[in-house]
């Protein structure tokens, strides 16, 4: 293992057989000549180099774009300063290196900038709309209250609770239906098996990214237009039970699958028969892995509007009753109130959106804990 | 592994394995009956929503025949209604969301697996997906406050130098106008709009799978790279990139399919336009899915039925877009690692 040693210093002066006399295993002097050489990390020239280039870019750029060309807006601005620092950069390297440092330093710069872009755009958008839904959020009538007022522009009227309600309530009914439906067709894809299974994965695959207008369309169709069930909480969650389903059932399907095979033949060899072994080994064992399937399908569910659109009608009051009359959500409510000219409706569709955001992020979290504490005691 | 025959003959028949399946228990056979026949009603619940949806496209069908492929009118006055500006304008948004979220998801994959320090990969992987947990309602309603009036002047800059490109052009818009109130509605509410909202919520999807095949690429062939003196980027392009393209094909489709399945985003920030055009920075245009939400309430059951068949024909080919896209990431993930 340790027989030949990077050395920096000596570069050429001896042969590497020189170093690799007598390597003692016990020794810890071989382990400090034996560290790795970090080849990834950025030297002061690169430094210097990158450094300088924005400054130099920066000047040039806020003299020809402010004071010579007539140009203006801060977004024109930072592009012209982004390409100008490129040029400026490859010329500063291509004079002491070669091409091959050069493309390297390029791409770099060019990936690094792109990943700041997409973060700032992960930012932008959900600091925004904080921001602007921050005016409805400090005011307690907006949770306590349906969307009633005498003046649509004071925001100490009017609130968002039948929305609220409407979202807790049709979650609540498509956990109540995907769950065991989607746990127990997982246990038949990876414990039971058979030449169906692969049908059945196939297809619940590909359903995975079923877009949600078609799940929305379906129910529409299949219940109320044909069966005349009318438009309700129920028939919107059954539409998004349609589309949480192969989510659900695909991620809890690679959880069970992730489950050691050992602990399934123990079971066995101390004569339990498949369902119990199924019952109480393996899915204890993928408890956290059916959550975190749980919780991916119930994010992507809370924030569907289409379906809900589609099959719930739309209410500014509260219904509680989810089995008849028109109900909505969240989703729906951002999506109707968005467009209106007034800017306190678009203020307290912005609050909705941070609601919506907020229990989004919350489930995320969760599924994160649950994620890295997985597999912590059991297996 | 081959099973040798027994030597002697004489043993043969004392060395016959005893049966030890005893049968399956009643417990078991329960449960692989009912675990197999809630796998069957999955099934069946899957497969009739493209049942459901074809037969109830029927009457539509009967009404139309093919002409409803090549009509770009939805005039419900006249009953002349047709998939052609739908379909033109679901390709086109998806296009433009494609164009611009695969560059990024890219980087971005690459950022996550070569650049950025070993420690903050897992946040930086979280936040990917955290961007692909926000609703598309939330990118929808920024797209539509926050986005659309930086993205129309964009949109002005585009036509005013690139203008002469047949699908960048606005016509009846003068992009050196002075009176830029006036000008600007004329380059809001596009596909080009429209589709920079859908790219923000692809982009994780597309980054996601090309990030996990460029973790898979052979750390063999990384170190052989790097030991042959190649810099970071010789690596990517010799190792990473070359692995990965499959992954980045299957990224893309996924992508693809999300953004042509697309719905709220869309119909909060276009102005429905029936034209079959493929200038994407001018104002207006429809998809398949945001022309379903905004008219199914108000139709009979003849126009309903050309909802339906319109929403087949998105069903079918975002069926199709995903079927391949799954096949080549699968491809991608089984055996096309090389061992050294």
């Keep these: 293992m340790t027989t030949v040693a990077t050395k920096e210093t000596g570069a050429d002066t001896e042969p590497p057989e020189a170093q690799a006399t007598?390597?003692?295993?016990?020794?810890?002097?071989?382990?400090?000549?034996?560290?790795?050489?970090?080849?990834?990390?950025?030297?002061?020239?690169?430094?210097?180099?990158?450094?300088?280039?924005?400054?130099?870019?920066?000047?040039?750029?806020?003299?020809?774009?402010?004071?010579v060309l007539p140009t203006e807006g801060l977004l024109g601005f930072v592009l012209c300063w982004w390409i100008?620092?490129?040029?400026?950069?490859?010329?500063?390297?291509?004079?002491?290196?070669?091409?091959?440092?050069?493309?390297?330093?390029?791409?770099?710069a060019v990936v690094r900038s792109a990943a700041v872009v997409v973060a700032a755009a992960l930012v932008t958008v959900i600091a925004y709309t904080f921001w602007r839904g921050g005016e409805a959020l400090v005011h307690a009538n907006f949770y306590t209250e349906d969307l009633v007022f005498d003046d649509s522009t004071d925001l100490s009227q009017g609130g968002i609770r039948h929305a609220i309600v409407g979202t807790l309530e049709m979650m609540g009914l498509s956990i109540a239906f995907t769950l065991p439906l989607g746990v127990a067709c997982a246990v038949f894809l990876s414990e039971v098996r058979g030449r169906l299974s692969r049908i059945v994965r196939t297809i619940v695959e590909a359903m995975t990214a079923l877009p949600s207008i078609a799940a929305g369309l379906f129910i529409l169709?299949?219940?109320?237009?044909?069966?005349?069930?009318?438009?309700?909480?129920?028939?919107?969650?059954?539409?998004?039970?349609?589309?949480?389903?192969?989510i659900i059932?695909?991620?809890?399907?690679?959880?069970?699958?992730?489950?050691?095979?050992?602990?399934?033949?123990?079971?066995?060899?101390?004569?339990?028969?498949?369902?119990?072994?199924?019952?109480?080994?393996?899915?204890?064992?993928?408890?956290?892995?059916?959550?975190?399937?749980?919780?991916?399908?119930?994010?992507?569910?809370?924030?569907?509007t289409s379906p809900v659109v589609l099959t719930a009608g739309y209410t500014n009051f509260l219904n509680a009753n989810p089995l008849s009359g028109w109900q909505t959500s969240l989703p729906p409510f951002i999506y109707n109130n968005a467009r209106l000219p007034e800017e306190e409706?678009?203020?307290?569709?912005?609050?909705?959106?941070?609601?919506?955001?907020?229990?989004?992020?919350?489930?995320f979290v969760i599924s994160r804990i649950i994620a890295t504490h997985r597999g912590g005691r059991r297996s | 592994m081959t099973n040798a025959k027994p030597v002697g003959t004489a043993t043969v028949d004392v060395d016959t394995p005893r049966a030890i399946d005893p049968g399956l228990p009643v417990a078991d056979r329960v449960f692989r009956g009912g675990a197999r026949a809630v796998g069957l009603l999955v099934l069946a619940i899957m497969a009739s929503i493209g049942v459901f949806m074809f037969s109830e496209s029927g009457i539509a069908f009967d009404e139309f025949g093919w002409s409803f492929f090549t009509e770009h009118r939805w005039a419900l006055e006249t009953n002349q209604l047709g998939v052609l500006s739908l379909l033109v304008g679901t390709v086109t948004v998806a296009a433009v969301a494609i164009a611009i979220a695969v560059p990024f998801a890219l980087t971005t994959a690459l950022f996550i697996t070569e650049y950025a320090p070993l420690r903050a990969r897992r946040t930086l992987i979280a936040l990917v997906d955290l961007m692909a947990a926000v609703p598309s309602?939330?990118?929808?309603?920024?797209?539509?406050?926050?986005?659309?009036?930086?993205?129309?002047?964009?949109?002005?800059?585009?036509?005013?130098?690139?203008?002469?490109?047949?699908?960048?052009?606005?016509?009846?818009?003068?992009?050196?106008?002075?009176?830029?109130?006036?000008?600007?509605?004329?380059?809001?509410?596009?596909?080009?709009?429209?589709?920079?909202?859908?790219?923000?919520?692809?982009?994780?999807?597309?980054?996601a799978v090309m990030r996990e095949v460029f973790s898979q690429a052979p750390?063999?062939?990384?170190?052989?790279?790097?030991?042959?003196?190649?810099?970071?980027?010789?690596?990517?392009?010799?190792?990473?990139?070359?692995?990965?393209?499959?992954?980045?094909?299957?990224?893309?489709?996924?992508?693809?399919?999300?953004?042509?399945?697309?719905?709220?985003?869309?119909?909060?920030?276009?102005?429905?336009?029936?034209?079959?055009?493929?200038?994407?920075?001018?104002?207006?245009?429809?998809?398949?899915?945001?022309?379903?939400?905004?008219?199914?309430?108000?139709?009979?059951?003849?126009?309903?039925s050309a909802l339906m068949f319109a929403g087949l024909v998105l069903f079918v080919f975002t069926l199709i877009v995903n079927t391949i896209a799954a096949a080549v990431v699968s491809r991608s993930r089984s055996g096309a690692a090389t061992e050294i």
């Design chain 1, 22 to 67: 007598e390597p003692d295993p016990d020794e810890p002097a071989v382990e400090e000549a034996d560290a790795p050489r970090r080849i990834r990390s950025a030297d002061a020239d690169d430094r210097i180099a990158q450094v300088g280039s924005a400054a130099g870019s920066l000047g040039l750029v806020w003299i020809l774009y402010h004071r």
């Design chain 1, 84 to 108: 100008a620092f490129l040029l400026l950069y490859a010329l500063v390297t291509v004079q002491r290196h070669g091409r091959v440092v050069l493309v390297d330093r390029i791409a770099a």
């Design chain 1, 221 to 246: 169709v299949a219940l109320i237009l044909a069966l005349g069930v009318e438009q309700s909480g129920l028939a919107a969650s059954l539409a998004l039970s349609v589309m949480m389903l192969p």
């Design chain 1, 249 to 304: 059932t695909r991620a809890a399907d690679v959880g069970l699958r992730l489950v050691p095979g050992g602990l399934r033949e123990a079971s066995l060899a101390l004569g339990a028969s498949q369902w119990r072994t199924v019952w109480h080994v393996v899915l204890p064992t993928a408890r956290p892995a059916l959550a975190t399937a749980l919780i991916i399908g119930v994010a992507r569910g809370v924030g569907e």
């Design chain 1, 345 to 363: 409706m678009v203020v307290r569709a912005f609050g909705a959106a941070s609601v919506l955001l907020t229990i989004v992020l919350i489930l």
């Design chain 2, 137 to 207: 309602v939330v990118y929808g309603l920024v797209g539509l406050i926050l986005f659309q009036p930086y993205l129309a002047d964009i949109a002005r800059w585009i036509h005013d130098f690139f203008g002469w490109i047949a699908i960048l052009d606005v016509p009846g818009a003068d992009p050196d106008t002075t009176n830029w109130n006036n000008t600007a509605h004329q380059y809001t509410s596009s596909a080009f709009i429209a589709g920079v909202a859908v790219a923000l919520m692809v982009m994780p999807v597309c980054a």
């Design chain 2, 219 to 304: 750390a063999g062939e990384r170190e052989a790279a790097l030991a042959l003196g190649g810099t970071r980027w010789g690596v990517i392009r010799s190792v990473v990139l070359p692995f990965g393209r499959s992954g980045i094909v299957g990224g893309t489709m996924l992508g693809l399919g999300r953004a042509l399945g697309e719905t709220i985003a869309i119909a909060l920030i276009i102005v429905p336009a029936f034209d079959v055009k493929l200038r994407i920075l001018e104002n207006g245009t429809i998809t398949i899915a945001s022309q379903i939400i905004l008219r199914f309430g108000e139709s009979s059951p003849l126009q309903l």
